[in-house]
């Protein structure tokens, strides 16, 4: 069910970025509400050269997200109080 629903939105996204990318790459990606890093992973292959950072407030999904996307930095946290500096 998560493929039916985040998948197109993760698609068109991740397609956003490629538009700014034009510009320039991007240097670091931040997924707030990451789940368990869906979003993160498919960014992964089209830039394996950025910083990927996610925030949830599900420890189990940020545990999940860590476990599967080991090059990324995942944390606990609120979008109101994210716990990366500015």
Same mark, same amino acid.
């Given at each position: 069910?998560?493929r039916l629903l985040?998948g197109?939105v993760? %698609?068109?996204?991740l397609?956003?970025?490629?538009?700014?990318? +034009?510009?320039?790459? &991007?240097k670091?990606?931040?997924?707030?509400g990451?789940?368990t890093g869906?979003?993160?992973? +498919?960014a992964?292959?089209r830039w394996?050269?950025a910083?990927?950072l996610?925030?949830?407030?599900a420890?189990?999904?940020? #545990?999940e997200? +860590?476990? #599967?996307? &080991?090059q +990324? %930095?995942f944390k606990?946290?609120?979008?109101e109080? #994210? &716990?990366f500096p500015?």
């Amino acid at each position: 069910m998560q493929r039916l629903l985040f998948g197109p939105v993760h %698609t068109k996204m991740l397609d956003m970025l490629v538009h700014e990318e +034009a510009k320039e790459p &991007p240097k670091c990606i931040l997924d707030v509400g990451c789940g368990t890093g869906r979003f993160l992973r +498919a960014a992964s292959i089209r830039w394996p050269q950025a910083q990927l950072l996610g925030v949830d407030p599900a420890e189990q999904m940020v #545990l999940e997200a +860590a476990r #599967l996307n &080991p090059q +990324a %930095t995942f944390k606990v946290g609120f979008a109101e109080s #994210l &716990p990366f500096p500015d």
